[in-house]
């Protein structure tokens, strides 16, 4: 089991950036794909964006696409998501995970889960 732990949430208007970060001790994250998901009040819970353990192959939701960027920090042993032009409609927990695969047209199956980060988008 990794264990991983996101930070970087808050509360920022629209239009507004927030820099997520998923991190991990122990282990290496660039052994692993990494996805990052987001769950809404009262929505089932949505793979945003995924980057390839040698981050040659990421990954976006259309709704988030042209405004998130996923890279990795090898130094740090971190992944960050990079969120530009946020909307009301990106308010939710964000969390990272250890996937089994990321392709350019899905995430794959979700292993290990971060505990969450709230991103909240309001005027």
């Known amino acids: 089991q990794v264990q991983l732990v996101e930070s970087g949430g808050g509360l920022v208007q629209p239009g507004g950036s927030l820099r997520l970060s998923c991190a991990a001790s122990g282990v290496s994250l660039g052994l692993y794909p990494i996805g990052w998901f987001r769950q809404a009040p009262g929505k089932e819970r949505e793979g945003v964006s995924c980057?390839?353990?040698?981050?040659?192959?990421?990954y976006y939701a259309d709704s988030v696409k042209g405004r998130f960027t996923i890279y990795r920090d090898n130094a740090k042993n971190t992944v960050y998501l990079q969120m530009n032009n946020l909307k009301p409609d990106d308010t939710a927990v964000y969390y990272c995970?250890?996937?089994?695969?990321?392709?350019?047209?899905?995430?794959?199956?979700?292993?290990?889960w971060g505990q969450g980060t709230h991103v909240t988008v309001s005027a």
């Open positions: 980057t390839s353990s040698g981050a040659f192959i990421t």
């Open positions: 995970a250890t996937l089994n695969l990321c392709a350019r047209t899905s995430l794959g199956r979700a292993g290990s």
